[in-house]
């Protein structure tokens, strides 16, 4: 059974960094699709990023680009999510997500991954 256990989550200033993590066990990590996602209160869940197998691709949402970074070290089982120049509208619940599927197609849906960390808050204060 694969766990997803986020952690880095916190407060901080608008204009500061956070870097997220997320520790991956249960199955062979550099097999997965890694995502992140996160939902704002009194709002749907929305993609923020991906990356591929060996992270030689990557996706991101359009209010993230420039700010964000996904990464991930298979050799730890880690996917991690850097988060510059942060707003007070990155203010959520931000959740990994992994998907063994095989494809690269479903990255930016939430419905292509089948498993879920529980999340961990993100607090911008303008």
């Known amino acids: 059974q694969v766990q997803l256990v986020e952690s880095g989550g916190g407060l901080v200033q608008a204009g500061g960094s956070l870097r997220l993590s997320c520790a991956a066990s249960?199955?062979?990590?550099?097999?997965?699709?890694m995502g992140w996602f996160r939902q704002a209160p009194g709002k749907e869940r929305e993609f923020v990023a991906a990356?591929?197998?060996?992270?030689?691709?990557?996706y991101y949402a359009d209010p993230v680009k420039g700010r964000f970074t996904i990464s991930r070290d298979n050799a730890k089982n880690t996917v991690y999510l850097q988060m510059n120049s942060l707003k007070p509208e990155d203010t959520a619940v931000y959740y990994c997500?992994?998907?063994?599927?095989?494809?690269?197609?479903?990255?930016?849906?939430?419905?292509?991954?089948?498993?879920w960390g529980q999340g961990t808050q993100v607090t911008v204060s303008s």
């Open positions: 997500a992994a998907d063994y599927s095989g494809s690269w197609y479903h990255a930016k849906s939430e419905s292509g991954y089948r498993n």
């Open positions: 249960g199955r062979t990590f550099s097999s997965a699709v």
């Open positions: 990356i591929s197998w060996g992270g030689g691709s990557t």
